[in-house]
C-alpha cells in the first residue's frame, strides 16, 4: 500500500504555467541599470531580505510582478505579467538584486499570468508613472 510520504518525483503532477527563466530576461538599457544601480532600489531590496519577513511575498501590481523572500539572500518571483513592462521591471529588479549579493529565483516558482487591462484613464497613467523612473519602491 502506497502512503502520502511514498510519492517520488515521478509520480508528482508537472506545473501547467508558462514561466520564465534567466535567459528570457531582457538586456537592460544603460537608464535601466543606473535606476536599477540606485540606492533607492538597492536599499528597497536590502529592507525586503530582512531576516523577518522570511516567506512573506508583496505583489507590486503597478509592476506586474510578485516577489517572496525565501531567505539566504534569496528573492523569488513567483509571478510576472504579461504586460510589455514587466519583463524588464523583472530584469531591473534582478540587477538591483545582484549589486546586493542576492540571488533572482526563476523558474520552474514564477508563474507568467496574463496582464489584465486597467481602464484606458489608469492604464495611461500607469504607463507614465513607469516610464518616468521606473523606481521599485
Same mark, same amino acid.
Given at each position: 500500500?502506497?502512503?502520502?510520504? @511514498?510519492?517520488?518525483?515521478? *509520480? ?36 525586503? &531580505?530582512?531576516? *523577518? ?31 510589455? @513592462? ?5 530584469? &531591473? ?25 486597467? @481602464? ?10 513607469? *516610464? ?6
Amino acid at each position: 500500500m502506497q502512503t502520502q510520504h @511514498d510519492v517520488t518525483a515521478r *509520480d508528482r503532477p508537472m506545473p501547467q504555467h508558462q514561466t520564465i527563466t534567466h535567459s528570457d530576461l531582457p538586456v537592460l538599457s544603460k537608464y535601466d541599470v543606473r535606476s536599477a544601480l540606485s540606492s533607492l532600489n538597492k536599499n528597497f531590496i536590502l529592507d525586503f &531580505m530582512s531576516p *523577518d519577513i522570511v516567506g512573506r511575498y508583496q505583489y507590486f501590481d503597478d509592476l506586474g510582478v510578485t516577489l517572496q523572500y525565501v531567505g539566504g539572500q534569496v528573492i523569488r518571483c513567483i509571478s510576472l505579467s504579461t504586460h510589455e @513592462d514587466a519583463i524588464i521591471t523583472l530584469g &531591473m529588479m534582478e540587477c538591483s538584486i545582484r549589486a546586493v549579493g542576492g540571488w533572482l529565483e526563476l523558474a520552474p516558482y514564477t508563474v507568467v499570468v496574463p496582464h489584465v487591462p486597467l @481602464d484606458p484613464q489608469e492604464e495611461h497613467s500607469s504607463v507614465v508613472a513607469l *516610464d518616468e523612473g521606473m523606481e521599485v519602491a
